[in-house]
């Protein structure tokens, strides 16, 4: 690295510099430096980490570097092989560090908002622009280390075209106010999560403005303003507004799950209501929470929100909050906790914060939405779930990854049709149904029809129509009958639709064909869909199935062994075992997705993607 420098009266520096490790606040270099240049050589050994090379005037004229940190000069170096040492990264965001520097000074600085002085385009070459007094990134920076957690670094700017970088991890995690990203940073962190990478965002008011690098790289360009972007007029999608903004119309939080639009900000005296602040546990059974002790209701991570939180439009109607997904928001997100931050409007923005995590293609994306989140690292259920999230989504084996998405009392059996879960209670008589989400929203009774309501064994849907047998929910009773029912919410009767082989416990319908196992003697039974009469053939053993689906064009099945599946052909083949599974009373399939009903009353999932090719 070469270094040009002055001293305090802008002549020819005669004075020493000193290079520090941030995170282990180890000085790893100390040189004299006489002159207008210096250079540094990284040697090979030094770890992947974040450094700080500080210059000092030995002269008496010595500048005012403390206020402005200019005679700082930050910088990340990166494994060398990436990904040898952890399959976690950490970002540092350098665009956003260098928008701030000089704030209020015209032609230094993106900042202040809308004054005419603020600059457009500032160079990384400048003196400067290390990070803001607050430091709100470096609390999680050194807890990695003493955590237990060996990472490795990389520059924001290293992921505009960061495709070969991130395909070496599992995952990539952002922390604490990461706000300016181009085009090129969006694309590869979204392909790498939809190839099966996962992000943390430990972190608030993430990627609020698109912005540019000009110059390779040495520039970053932001006009905050489509009429004096001279881009907005040949290639729109690379303006420099805020990213939910006309003409770019990519929201952030398709990316992120949340944003700045709907959370809240509280500055100047304001910005001691983060001391005050909690969050509120609303899913209380997610993984996420895993080992923290808290239930529905309870507050945590007191001082961990603001001073700028990000959030997802909600609704309440449910009883649950839950993402209405109009603002940008991915369905798939779950909202973990909120915090009512609507009282923060005296102090600037009042609003919302939401912990989330949603599927993003075949990664995970969990986001603290909150600046402050590394700061309350100290309180132990902060922590916790800080250790949760690198566990799971960082950790270099993922393998079949179960997850819970709400209760599941005492049921019986479970299918998906037309956008419901339907599930037959412990007794067989009630029907009930929920949204299919990831979200712990509960179950409602659905209102039976007029007469005696039978009792049902068992319950599928067709995996697609063909004609001229429509969507319907599929179930066995205790009298061997098969039934057939509208998958309604409302009242609706069961019919008669044939017979099924004596004493069928489980269900499932694919490619024209109803499979049928009898538990008795453990056998696998099928006949063609759209011929009631037409006798069933015993296909051979059904590998202790007690519950049977389809997801995608195979046969799963939930048995004591776990889970297991075999192609819907008509000849006899062994179910193959997948992985684990949770004791489970009942299994579905939706979406890409399956669903399972375990016995100690909980509504699970497995995410695409995590299911082995057999």
Known sequence: MRFGVTAGDGGPLRGHVVVTDVVTERPVTRASVHGIEWTLEIPYHWPSSLYVARFHDDRPETPEPERDAEHEVWFVVRAARPAATSSVLVSVPFATWRAYHRAGQPGRSIYYAEEPGRAARVSFTDPGGGPPPERWEEPLLRWLPGAGYPVEFCSGLDLDDGDGLLSRYRLLVVNGHDEYWSA?????????????????????????????????GRTMVCHRDAAADPVSAVDPRRTTVEWSSSPVDRPENSMTGVSFRNGAGAWGEGMALTARESYTVRFADHWVFEGTGLRDGDTFARGALGYETDAAELDWSAGVPRATGRDGTPRSFAVLATADLRHWRAYGQGGWATMGVFRLGAGTVFNAATINWARALPDPVVD???????????????????????????????????????????????????????????????????????????????????????LALLAVDADDRLLVRAPVAGPSPWCPAGKVPAGTTALAMCDNTLFAVTAHNDTLHHRPALHPQAPWTALGPAGKASSLTVLDARLYAAGPDGLSTRTPVTTEAPFVPTGALPAATALAAY????????????LVSLRPGAIPVV
Do not use: Y
């Open 184 to 216: 090129g940073m969006r694309d590869s962190v979204e392909t790498f999560v939809r190839k099966g990478g996962n992000l943390a965002v430990f972190a608030g008011n993430t990627a609020w403005w698109q912005m540019r690098l000009e110059d390779g």
């Open 384 to 470: 916790r779930i800080t250790r949760n999230v690198l566990d799971r989504l960082g950790g270099t084996a993922p393998g079949p990854s179960w997850h819970t998405v709400g209760r599941a009392p005492r049921l019986r059996a479970l299918a998906a049709c037309e956008g419901l879960l339907f599930a037959v209670s412990e007794d067989g008589r009630s029907l009930l149904r929920r949204e299919p989400s990831d979200q712990n929203l509960p179950w409602s009774v659905c209102p039976p029809a007029p007469g005696p309501a039978p009792e049902i064994r068992c319950l599928t849907a067709p995996r697609e129509a063909c004609h001229p047998v429509p």
């Open 591 to 602: 979406a890409g997705r399956l669903l399972a009903a375990t016995d100690d009353g909980l």
